[in-house]
């Protein structure tokens, strides 16, 4: 069993940046692919960004692709999402997720947090 908990929400403005955290405890959070998505009022959750066990493989939403960055720190069960270069349609509430394997469909997702809000707003 793994449990998330998202931080480092807020509200800022276009242009502007934020770094998420996703802090795990539970076991063998270190064997996981951890994924961000994200999920807007009346729209269905999407993919932002994915990490493997290792660090060593990432991948990306093509609307994220060269603003947003997806690292881990295995000794610190903790994944971030740095947002850089914000827009006004980033704003979600963002999730992370633990998968076993490296994957951006929420169906192989087996544990979630609760989520963080991000507002992108002047």
């Known amino acids: 069993q793994v449990q998330l908990v998202e931080s480092g929400g807020g509200l800022v403005q276009p242009g502007g940046s934020l770094r998420l955290s996703c802090v795990a405890s539970g076991r063998a959070f270190s064997r996981y692919a951890v994924g961000w998505f994200r999920q807007a009022p009346g729209k269905e959750r999407e993919f932002v960004a994915v990490?493997?066990?290792?660090?060593?493989?990432?991948y990306y939403a093509d609307s994220v692709k060269g603003r947003f960055t997806i690292s881990r720190d295995n000794a610190k069960n903790t994944v971030y999402l740095q947002m850089n270069s914000l827009k006004p349609e980033d704003t979600c509430v963002y999730y992370c997720a633990a998968a076993g394997g490296f994957s951006r469909m929420t169906a192989h997702y087996d544990y979630w947090g609760q989520g963080t809000q991000v507002t992108v707003s002047s």
């Open positions: 990490i493997s066990w290792s660090g060593g493989s990432t």
